[in-house]
């Protein structure tokens, strides 16, 4: 009996020692700590690269309610899915993929197009990568990549 609790000890041991690296991550898993890309639009009725008026595409929320917090840690699609977005924004800054280009591209120009607004009405579509960062008391934007004006209509996909 002794022998049995013995292995029944030791198979707990092993299974939480292969359990462990999942419950408390490395932090080495990090390459570098860096500012998270901004994702802005444009809409314009010309394919002009300067004085247009730029939105945050789907900005942080300033306060969640504690209620939805929680049920946030357990299913938060739009959450998701802006994380991926930002992986899209991180990749087209480290490889200019145009993969992810074409990503950022239609998921701004699918919610414009879904949503109730005038601006739809626009012929031009543009993005550009915004990074913030902390000097002393100060924030200062960086704009690290601006895309080209693509037409809007054809980005809409429905």
């Keep these: 009996m002794d022998q ?50 730029w939105i945050e595409f789907r900005p942080s929320p300033s306060k969640i309610h504690p209620i939805q917090l929680i049920k946030n840690l357990f299913w938060n699609p739009a959450r998701n899915e802006d994380l991926f977005l930002v992986s899209c924004a991180e990749r087209l800054l480290a490889y200019n993929s145009e993969h992810s280009e074409n990503e950022l591209f239609n998921r701004i120009a699918t919610e414009i197009g879904n949503s109730d607004t005038i601006e739809k009405q626009s012929q031009f579509l543009q993005f550009r990568l915004v990074l913030l960062e902390r000097s002393g008391s100060e924030l200062i934007q960086t704009t690290a990549y601006q895309s080209e004006g693509r037409p809007f209509k054809e980005q809409v996909v429905s």
């Design 4 to 53: 049995m609790a013995a292995n029944f000890l030791k198979t707990v041991l092993n299974s939480f020692r292969l359990l462990l690296p999942a419950i408390v991550p490395s932090w080495r898993f990090f390459d570098e700590i860096a500012p998270s890309p901004r994702v802005e639009y444009a809409l314009s009725d010309k394919n002009l690269n300067n004085n247009l008026n």
